[in-house]
């Protein structure tokens, strides 16, 4: 989201002129070596449709002859805003497969993670087990289809032994 902000609502709202940090990275991305940056805020309205905000921006060389980058600085947002998506994606991603790898440990089956070789011995009382595949089904790391499967799969391992 601050992706989002620092490379889109800042220069069309015309801080770009009060933020030079900002102003400086753009134009190195965007305008040639003896070119400056331009952009020109605006707002238009539609019926029904409310305010929009936005910029025109443009580099300008010494001669003043101006350029638009509008295209190029659209590609850098989506760009930028796409690498943080696809990052957020990633960690959510091993977040999910880090909370069900502690799960499996927990309730005692690490022979169906896919780290483990050889099925190691279960630790833990029947009862602790169930608790704690229960504990995980009611807080929703699991479905009902896996809870049924996991339980029946730990019922398995005790009447076997």
């Given at each position: 989201m601050?992706?989002?902000?620092?490379?889109?609502?800042?220069p069309s709202s015309g801080l770009l002129n009060s933020l030079p940090g900002l102003r400086q990275a753009l134009q190195g991305m965007l305008c040639n070596a003896e070119e400056t940056l331009n952009a020109e805020p605006f707002s238009t309205g539609m019926a029904g449709f409310g305010?929009?905000?936005?910029?025109?921006?443009a580099c300008v060389d010494a001669a003043g002859v101006s350029r638009s980058v509008n295209g190029q600085f659209n590609?850098?947002?989506?760009?930028?805003?796409?690498?943080?998506f696809v990052l957020g994606?990633?960690?959510s991603m091993m977040g999910i497969f880090r909370g069900t790898r502690k799960l499996v440990s927990a309730v005692g089956l690490s022979e169906l993670t896919p780290t483990s070789s050889?099925?190691?011995?279960?630790?833990?009382?029947l009862a602790a087990r169930l608790s704690?595949?229960?504990?995980a089904y009611q807080k929703r790391q699991i479905t009902a289809e896996e809870h049924?499967?996991?339980?029946?799969?730990?019922?398995?391992?005790?009447?076997?032994?």
């Open positions: 601050v992706v989002l902000v620092v490379t889109t609502v800042l305010q929009y905000y936005g910029a025109d921006f590609l850098l947002s989506a760009g930028v805003y796409s690498l943080f994606l990633l960690f050889a099925p190691t011995k279960p630790t833990g009382t704690a595949l229960e504990d049924q499967e996991l339980r029946q799969k730990l019922l398995n391992q005790f009447t076997n032994e």
